[in-house]
Nanobody, 116 residues
Framework: VQLQASGGGLVQPGGSLRLSCVPS????????MGWFRQPPGKQREPVAT????????NYADSVKGRFTVSRDTPGNTVYLQMNNLRPEDTAVYYC??????????WGQGTQVTVSS
């Protein structure tokens, strides 16, 4: 399984960005997908995840009400819509996928910088 993430960039506080993650390979057994982030000098942390079968989502408290994770069912592309961005959202964002019996997969990371 390979994960190709895109959509990062520089945005002013209060702005919006949308990240995309396109999986390829043996995607039929992927159960969960989502996004993690690693702020400068900190550890990687979960941001938002979605269960492939049900569409059920889960969010970090810090992004609830501002970020939305969704997926395109036919192709399993996963999106992260980020609104009302704050400087503390600055981080490298990683696409993530998990498959039963397969383990964890990671994309290459995309930089999001929130600054005026």
């Amino acid at each position: 399984v390979q994960l190709q993430a895109s959509g990062g960039g520089l945005v002013q506080p209060g702005g919006s960005l949308r990240l995309s993650c396109v999986p390829s390979g043996s995607i039929v057994n992927l159960n969960r997908m989502g996004w993690f982030r690693q702020p400068p000098g900190k550890q990687r942390e979960p941001v938002a995840t979605i269960i492939a079968a049900s569409g059920s989502t889960n969010y970090a408290d810090s992004v609830k009400g501002r970020f939305t994770v969704s997926r395109d069912t036919p192709g399993n592309t996963v999106y992260l819509q980020m609104n009302n961005l704050r400087p503390e959202d600055t981080a490298v964002y990683y696409c993530w996928a998990f498959g039963s019996g397969l383990g964890n997969y990671w994309g290459q990371g995309t930089q999001v910088t929130v600054s005026s």
